[in-house]
């Protein structure tokens, strides 16, 4: 079976300070790993993705992401978060066929 | 180049209604996915094609959801006998084979 979780459902931090958001998968074989944005009232945007090699990952709008097999993990991290960032955020893994997306993190971003 | 369209952007039907949802591709994309999101949840995987593959109907909720594909293009999503917790956002993506989902705008489906 394949799945994504991701443990944290809300996660305020101040505009400035450093962003990690957390990503575990369950799936047999290498997995395929994204990372999307959805903003208030648009559609998803992907920011990154993970197929093979490099672990570390760099995305756009500044993200990355760094896969670690023995964790089972992709958290997706920013050294330092503007307003404009405060969005929901999805992890999703391709296993078979579809992607299979996580429940989404909401991120607030106080002053 | 355009992204995934799809329409209506909105749609208000009454119960029992049916209702069909549009999506257009992504050109040469040859892998199309139908996704749903209600308030607060995540993304609920419907059905997806591949080419001229048999579709993986796998999430779809009852037998009053169906889709096609014409073509290999355009999509079409019914929902047949509507039901208040069909509300929802339905999205439509795109993508190459095995490659990154690009997503459409979602239509916005209110069952009164």
């Known amino acids: 079976a394949q799945s994504v979780t991701q443990p944290d459902i809300h996660i305020t931090v101040s505009e400035g300070a450093s962003l990690e958001l957390r990503c575990n998968y369950s799936y047999g074989a290498t997995p395929y790993l994204f990372w999307y944005v959805q903003s208030p009232g648009q559609g998803l945007q992907l920011l990154l993705k993970y197929f093979s090699g490099d672990t570390l990952v760099q995305g756009i709008k500044g993200f990355e992401a760094e896969f670690k097999r023995s964790q089972s993990s992709f958290n997706l991290r920013k050294p330092s978060v503007h307003w404009s960032d405060a969005a929901e955020y999805f992890c999703a893994l391709r296993g078979s066929n579809a992607l299979n997306f996580g429940k989404g993190t909401s991120l607030l971003v106080t002053p | 180049g355009a992204g995934v369209s799809q329409s209506p952007s909105n749609k208000v039907t009454e119960k029992g209604k049916d209702v069909e949802l549009r999506c257009d591709p992504i050109s040469g994309h040859t892998a199309l996915y139908w996704y749903r999101q209600s308030l607060g949840q995540g993304l609920e995987f419907l059905i997806y094609f591949q080419g001229n593959s048999a579709p993986d109907k796998s999430g779809l909720p009852s037998d009053r959801f169906s889709a096609e594909r014409t073509g290999g293009s355009v999509s079409t999503l019914t929902i047949q006998r509507t039901q208040q917790e069909d509300s929802a956002v339905y999205l439509c993506?795109?993508?190459?084979?095995?490659?990154?989902?690009?997503f459409g705008n979602g239509t916005r489906l209110t069952v009164t």
């Open positions: 993506a795109s993508s190459p084979h095995r490659g990154p989902l690009h």
